[in-house]
């Protein structure tokens, strides 16, 4: 079930959900409410099939390109990993693991590989953090902006995987870093492998993490002072 279905979105008074427009500002600040704070990260292994159809996936992708971009450089992108391309995936993580420890046992380069395999929708996010030529464009829209532009891409994409009913996770790892990974998904030499987004049916839910409450990370700065 969606969130919008499980907020219980209150219609506008034709009967029709609210549209950009509409004049229903309750029923859009509770449904954005909603779709925040209901989202939560269910990680490859608690996600089967099925995935997205290609509607789906074409939302998803589509919200990536309202997060905010100083510039207008879309210092990101995105790759779809099909299931015909896991097995070589699988590969280049079982070859990082044996390049950054030798002594790597069969087993964990069959954990390593198997990782490959989860989830129905995997794709591998790509920050364009800095230029190959300095001059270039976006050459003084510092690299922290474009990872924050990557990170609101990333969000939007999360919560509109979620809206679908869809659960979904980031995951990182050492292997993101290596050099048979960067060849295999030709990253630039101004490119970073940021994080997998992994997509799907939630196979095994899991409970909702107390969340911290905004006293606890938010202060105001004194008028006066040092």
Sequence with gaps: MSAAREAGTRPTRDGRAPEAGDDEPLAWGELVKTLIHSRQTLLPRRLAEPGP??????????????????????PWRFVIVPPAARARLGEAFAAA????????????????????????????AIGRLADEVPTGEGAGIDATERLISAGCALQNMLLTAHALGFGAA??????????????????????????????????KPRAVRARPLPASYVSVLETDGY
């Design 53 to 74: 159809d290609d509607v789906q996936l074409d939302a998803i992708l589509a919200a990536a390109a309202a997060a905010p971009d100083h510039g207008q450089l879309t």
């Design 97 to 124: 693991l044996l390049a950054r420890d030798a002594t790597a046992t069969p087993e964990q380069v069959a954990q390593a590989r198997e990782k490959a395999f989860r989830a129905p929708l995997l794709l591998l």
């Design 170 to 203: 980031l995951t990182s790892g050492k292997a993101l870093q290596s050099e048979v990974l960067r060849g295999l998904f030709r990253l630039s030499p101004g490119e970073r492998a940021l994080c997998f987004l992994s997509v799907g049916t939630v196979a």
